[in-house]
T-cell receptor
């Protein structure tokens, strides 16, 4: 099936540093989404991007929908310890009569206080 | 965001038994529900999509006779893992959508950890 290439796989940073992660795909998606998942929990939506080229912020998070509709990046500024978790990108496209989400493999973020 | 619950949050069972996992939409009517499986340190993989009142649509490679999905109402979907085996041990997550799962986004449940001994 479809796969998204998400990088990096993991990051170890100091509190206060900025973080950047990205996803690429060989296929076009209608919508790009970024989720955060903490241990033993389901993913929580952080940012949704609906238009190619769109740049959207949510607090310290900023994400962009690539102009080719095949990529997206997420930046976290001034990281804090509670940013720890796994960040997933996801592409949304119509498949049959329903939309379907395809997830990247995740970026594990560790923030050292 | 919308509230989605799953029950149980974790379950341990013996090989060969069947396990039912419930997914409830608590504050809206979910036309479409999705079931995902996540192995340790892996991504979420879509297993099946179910629309209320109709049969579920399974992704390629997912055995419909092994993973029975019932979406009997707009607020409840169940996933039954029949004759579970250790390789079925995984984190099962549902998500609900008011529509077809489109740009109005899906709302995820907290997941169910299944361990088959």
């Amino acid at each position: 099936g479809q796969q998204l290439n998400q990088s990096p796989q993991s990051m170890f940073i100091q509190e206060g540093e900025d973080v950047s992660m990205n996803c690429t795909s060989s296929s076009i998606f209608n919508t790009w989404l970024w989720y955060k998942q903490e241990p033993g929990e389901g993913p929580v939506l952080l940012i949704a991007l609906y238009k190619a080229g769109e740049l959207t912020s949510n607090g310290r998070l900023t994400a962009q929908f690539g102009i080719t509709r095949k990529d997206s990046f997420l930046n976290i500024s001034a990281s804090i310890p509670s940013d720890v978790g796994i960040y997933f990108c996801a592409g949304l496209r119509l498949g049959g009569s329903n939309y379907k989400l395809t997830f990247g493999k995740g970026t594990l973020l560790t923030v050292n206080p | 965001g919308a509230v989605v619950s799953q029950h149980p949050s974790w379950v341990i069972c013996k090989s060969g038994t069947s396990v039912k996992i419930e997914c409830r939409s608590l504050d809206f009517q979910a036309t479409t529900m999705f079931w995902y499986r996540q192995f340790p340190k892996q991504s979420l993989m879509l297993m099946a999509t179910s629309n209320e009142g109709s049969k579920a649509t399974y992704e390629q490679g997912v055995e419909k006779d092994k993973f029975l999905i019932n979406h009997a109402s707009l607020t409840l979907s169940t996933l039954t893992v029949t004759s579970a085996h250790p390789e079925d041990s995984s984190f099962y997550i549902c998500s609900n959508s008011r529509g077809t799962g489109g740009p109005d986004t899906q709302y995820f449940g907290p997941g169910t950890r299944l361990t088959v001994l």
